[in-house]
């Protein structure tokens, strides 16, 4: 998909815990090493991340919440800082999303993606998924949400990492299915 590494930024402010750096780069291993849960390579690519370092950089999506009589609130994605792109962070966000994804692609490249994460929810940041109990798997949602990063969409099917639901210790959404 990509000829260069994919280079990109933490934003640490607002995070549930400091081993979260540890979960979204293990997201990132999961789409560079193509392969499923079977370790089957199910994408054959040239994906390559590239952490960058921690910043203060505000990644590029804003939120709205609903004005009155409208159902949903809603994101406006702009890049705060032309020098920064890429900025993976935390966000108060929609109570119906887990992470609000923007990128922008031309020609099978991509110039700029951002990545947010809902502050305020029950995360489980922990490696060992038998200890979850009624949270949300991060390594699962940064799995879907650079999933987006690189153009995919969401899919209704549980086995799936890109399934548009993200239910109570969703361990599937780690590793990639064969879809």
């Given at each position: ?9 933490y ?5 549930p ?23 089957a390579?199910?994408i ?7 952490y960058m370092?921690?910043?203060?950089k505000?990644?590029?999506v804003?939120?709205?919440p609903a ?14 800082d ?14 119906l999303?887990l ?7 031309s020609?099978?490249?991509i110039?700029?993606?951002s990545?947010?994460?809902k502050?305020?929810?029950s ?21 879907h ?5 690189l153009?995919l ?21 780690r590793?990639?299915?064969y879809?």
């Amino acid at each position: 998909i990509r000829d260069r590494p994919f280079a990109w930024w933490y934003n640490p402010e607002g995070q549930p815990a400091t081993n979260s750096i540890y979960r979204i780069g293990e997201a990132f291993q999961t789409w560079t090493a193509g392969k499923n849960r079977c370790n089957a390579t199910v994408i054959p690519n040239s994906y390559v991340s590239t952490y960058m370092g921690s910043t203060t950089k505000q990644a590029a999506v804003q939120y709205y919440p609903a004005y009155k009589g409208a159902k949903f609130g809603t994101y406006h994605c702009g890049l705060p800082d032309p020098k920064f792109k890429n900025v993976i962070g935390w966000l108060l966000i929609s109570e119906l999303d887990l992470g609000v994804t923007c990128t922008e692609h031309s020609n099978q490249d991509i110039w700029e993606s951002s990545v947010v994460f809902k502050t305020f929810e029950s995360w489980y940041t922990t490696f060992d998924p038998s200890m979850c109990f009624g949270q949300k798997d991060l390594k699962a949602t940064a799995t879907h949400e650079i999933g987006h990063t690189l153009g995919l969409d969401e899919f209704n099917n549980a086995s799936q990492s890109m399934y548009l639901y993200g239910p109570d210790c969703f361990m599937n959404g780690r590793g990639l299915g064969y879809g």
